[in-house]
């Protein structure tokens, strides 16, 4: 019996019944109804307050010792305090994952050579600064749209940061590396050679950072409101840490770069050490077993066709799997481990005995006052027998029409009457809350149980299609808007409503961000359209397999899964752009010996000398934050961040290290005729100084040496001749920088 003296159907007020058996029910159902108002109207504080001092009442009496059965509760704002105070408690969380990266690119970036230089040789400023410089990247993006009036969400504040780090890690690997491999060259300073270095890694590093952001740019095109915040930040967040890395980041190595060629420690730069740094680079472990070893199995004849068969069978598989990947979010992952919501979802899924209640809601348009109009909503014996209300089922005794004025008249009364045996058809409670002076009414029903996303995404599109259905038939009746339209509504439409069209808004996305990975790639390469096209399709299997990998793992496609797949493009590029660009710009006459040079990191162009030990290492550093996370509480963090991250990590490896090699040695672009052009000339121009060079020296042995004509100051330590002697003036200015050359090396 309801509160306003009226029966209440079984099904909603007690559960865990077979059949009409209501009698043997095993839980008792108890809903609070509240009034909903917007969020700037000041009733809505007190009905949220309303809930909080609920939710206070029932988790102490659920605490009690005299607590006699068993209940599980939620109210609505439950979901978002839940996922607020999930949030708050896997901060820890995130801020060890960083800490991990921070470690690792600390030590990775190190080129120790003794015991006794560790201190010296550490990279812990630098690798704090690559950090703060994603950081202040982060932070830049968010106060700027902040203060354009773009809103933030969670995922932005979770998923951001790791792309940032993970384009910044590549980037400081790439140069940080290269500049420890190179040589100085005589008389060059040190900030002529980080320019230098930083000339050679630059386009790289533009190319990748280039594609990203526009990648993430054109994914703000998105009508999904979560899509579209996160690819405008993400966009902004790759483009800002970019430029800090080509200002901040390059004047931090130099100073780094200072202390470390005056023999000083990292932390105690006041101390210094008596070993000197050798004057041969270190190429570390992973380079020569990349050049001795693992190059030449590569691309081995009959590793090639194997590698080939196997990633195409791996992404035709693939795309199959990815048809028939699950679509949706339940609202169970969201709750953290332990949530008192856990229980309310598994007590609602196994006693319900129905699902929501839905509201069909004709707008304005149609005559509730014609005798078609009413007829075309009843479902009595007389009315239409496609009515609004016979096609939804929700059946009635029709009651005499009254006049309008009749009608009017004693609505009100209607509206006022308890029913009771009298008059079981009374409107107290059912009907007094659903009329008002509007032109626009609803109708109540009931969906079937619904246990999952798909349930209720089904239910939702069924409902639409009812809805629909009872529109085109009640603009058939006379005096009718042709505007007339009824739409359901059910409290939970707003949340699935995203899942009818995510898949092909995923594509639309997906497909907007490969563009400028493809025409970036052709423009910074000279429009090589070969090494463009190459590069979108090995993007276009990481991501297909990453769809793959999500259906074999349980992972469902939903708008956080959408967010990680973009900026699974992104990270993409990272791991396939820089192999492509040193295949390109490889002067080798086979594909097989360029595929063999860009793999083996030994190429003509130096900017690409560390490319596959960056990869390792930037693959490796991000696995080792991603593996934290695995740790969190939330279940949307365990799955859609370790998960998922894990699998484009993995697959971008696989690809960038595994497949594109190979791939380039079959299908990769010509050689580069104008870095031909230029590599000649060089060679040319050196072997030329080399001679001049050789040439002097033997007219400055024949002269100085042998005719004992030039003598050398002692006092002064330069050279004169004597006047009898015809030595043209330039000549005498090339022997004496070279007589001081030799005097330096004596």
């Known amino acids: 019996m309801a509160d306003y003296g009226a029966p209440v159907f079984s099904f909603l007020a007690v559960g865990g019944y077979e059949n009409d058996d209501f009698t043997n029910a095993e839980a008792l159902i108890v809903t609070f109804s509240l009034n909903n108002y917007a969020r700037d109207n000041p009733k809505y504080k007190v009905a949220m307050q309303w809930e909080t001092e609920f939710l206070k009442i029932v988790q102490a009496y659920q605490k009690s010792p005299a607590a006699k059965f068993t209940f599980a509760y939620m109210a609505e704002r439950s979901l978002e305090d839940e996922i607020n105070r999930t949030t708050a408690e896997d901060i820890p969380i995130f801020m060890i994952s960083y800490a991990v990266i921070f470690v690792y690119i600390s030590v990775a970036l190190g080129e120790y ?142 100073l780094d770069t200072r202390r470390q060629d005056n023999n000083r420690c990292e932390l105690l730069c006041c101390v210094t050490v008596s070993t000197q740094h050798p004057n041969k680079p270190n190429e570390g472990f992973l380079l020569p077993l990349m050049r001795k070893y693992y190059a030449p199995v590569l691309l081995h004849r009959y590793t090639r066709i194997i590698v080939m068969v196997v990633f195409i069978f791996m992404f035709c598989g693939s795309v199959f799997l990815m048809f028939n990947v699950t679509v949706g979010l339940d609202q169970e992952l969201a709750m953290p481990q332990g949530s008192y919501m856990l229980d309310y979802f598994q007590y609602l899924y196994k006693y319900f005995e129905v699902g929501v209640p839905v509201y069909f809601v004709t707008k304005k348009g149609f005559n509730f006052t014609s005798v078609d109009g009413m007829n075309g909503v009843c479902s009595s014996a007389g009315c239409d027998q496609f009515s609004l209300t016979q096609k939804i089922q929700y059946a009635t005794n029709h009651p005499e029409l009254p006049t309008v004025d009749d009608f009017n008249r004693f609505l009100p009364n209607f509206l006022g009457n308890r029913p009771d045996l009298k008059c079981p058809k009374g409107g107290l409670g059912a009907y007094d809350k659903a009329v008002v002076m509007d032109q626009t009414t609803r109708f109540m029903a009931y969906h079937t149980p619904l246990s999952n996303s798909q349930e209720y995404t089904a239910a939702l599109l069924k409902a639409r299609e009812l809805a629909h259905n009872i529109t085109m038939g009640m603009r058939q009746i006379p005096g009718t808007s042709p505007d007339f339209e009824v739409f359901p509504y059910t409290v939970t439409n707003v949340f699935y409503e995203q899942y009818l069209t995510i898949v092909p808004e995923g594509l639309f996305n997906i497909s907007l961000c490969l563009m400028p990975t493809f025409v970036v790639c052709c423009l910074l390469l000279g429009l090589d359209l070969r090494s463009g096209l190459l590069n979108l399709f090995t993007i276009i299997m ?97 799955i859609f961040f370790f998960r998922l ?65 030039l003598k050398l100051d002692s006092d002064s330590n330069s050279i004169k001749a004597p006047t009898d002697t015809c030595v043209p003036a ?4 090339n022997q004496q920088e070279e007589g001081e050359e030799r005097i330096d090396r004596f």
């Open 113 to 254: 050579t003794s015991w006794k230089r560790i201190l010296v040789d550490s990279k812990f400023l630098v690798g704090l600064g690559g950090i703060m410089v994603v950081g202040c990247s982060v932070l830049a993006s968010m106060g700027f749209y902040s203060w354009i009036g773009v809103p933030s969400s969670l995922v932005i504040l979770q998923v951001v940061p790791f792309l940032v780090l993970a384009v910044g890690a590549d980037n400081i690997f790439i140069f940080v590396l290269e500049y420890q491999r190179d040589m100085r060259k005589h008389g060059e300073k040190r900030e002529e050679q980080i320019g230098r270095v930083l000339g050679n890694v630059a386009p790289s590093m533009l190319l990748c950072s280039l594609s990203e952001s526009i990648c993430f740019f054109l994914g703000a095109l998105s009508t999904m409101p979560a899509v579209k915040t996160f690819a405008l930040y993400a966009a902004l967040a790759v483009l800002m840490d970019f430029l800090l890395q080509m200002t901040a980041f390059v004047a931090l190595l130099s």
């Open 542 to 638: 990481i991501t297909v397999d990453t769809v793959g990998v999500m259906t074999l793992w349980s992972i469902d496609y939903n708008a956080v899964a959408l967010i990680n797949l973009v900026t699974a493009v992104g990270i993409s590029v990272e791991f396939v752009s820089h192999m492509t660009r040193s295949f390109a710009l490889s002067t080798k006459t086979t594909r097989v010996e360029r595929a063999m040079e860009a793999t083996a990191n030994m190429g003509s162009a130096d900017s690409m000398k560390l490319l596959n030990v960056r990869a390792w290492l930037k693959g490796c550093s991000e696995e080792s934050g991603i593996l934290v996370l695995a740790f969190a509480k939330a279940q949307l963090i365990q």
């Open 645 to 709: 991250n894990l699998i484009i990590t993995l697959l971008g490896m696989a690809h960038g290290l595994v497949f594109l090699p190979v791939l380039l040695s079959y299908f990769g672009p010509g050689v580069n005729k104008a870095v031909l052009l230029q590599l000649q000339q060089e060679k040319a121009k050196a072997n030329r100084e080399l001679e001049l060079r050789h040439n002097m020296r033997q007219i400055y042995d024949n002269l100085g040496y042998e005719s004992n004509e």
């Open 730 to 733: 330039q000549m005498m200015e």
